[in-house]
């Protein structure tokens, strides 16, 4: 809309709107997908839970040694805009139900290959085991609010 009278912004309120979009809502693959401007969308990409949805239940929270008092964040948060990614359709079934950390650190042996896959999906480095998921939600969140605003001015 640059050289029209209308103007198109976002406020900081916006953005973190646009993370309330949970796996499978209407919005949710848009939003994603703004995020990953050098995809070809002429593939077809899957919403992907970077920590599988298969982990998170109560029982398998609590077999893993999840605290109790963590266990309702784990739950409340394993949809959130901050644990999903776009992947193709192959990766993503080759991921499917795996541990993150483990499925990363095997499909990405190289740490140069794996540095690259993490910065283009906006994972941080920080410890990507299922006992750091409210971190990594909480520093994921930030990356993705930063590359909106970078995005969006």
Same mark, same amino acid.
């Given at each position: ?18 993370? @309330? ?100 999906? @906006? ?31």
């Amino acid at each position: 809309m640059k050289g029209t009278p209308k103007a198109v912004s976002f406020d900081n309120d916006e953005i973190y709107n646009l993370l @309330y979009y949970q796996y499978g809502q209407a919005y949710t693959y848009s939003v994603l997908a703004f995020i990953y401007p050098s995809l070809d969308f002429r593939n077809k990409f899957h919403q992907d839970h970077i920590f599988p949805k298969k982990l998170f239940t109560r029982k398998r929270l609590a077999t893993r040694l999840i605290p109790e008092d963590e266990i309702d964040f784990y739950l409340d948060n394993y949809n959130h805009m901050a644990n999903l990614q776009l992947l193709e359709g192959t990766p993503n079934q080759e991921k499917s139900g795996k541990d993150f950390k483990d499925w990363l650190e095997g499909k990405y042996p190289n740490k140069d290959t794996r540095k690259t896959y993490m910065e283009k999906h @906006y994972i941080l480095n920080v410890d990507l085991s299922l006992k750091n998921f409210r971190e990594f939600i909480e520093e994921r969140q930030k990356l993705i609010v930063e590359t909106f605003k970078k995005l969006l001015v």
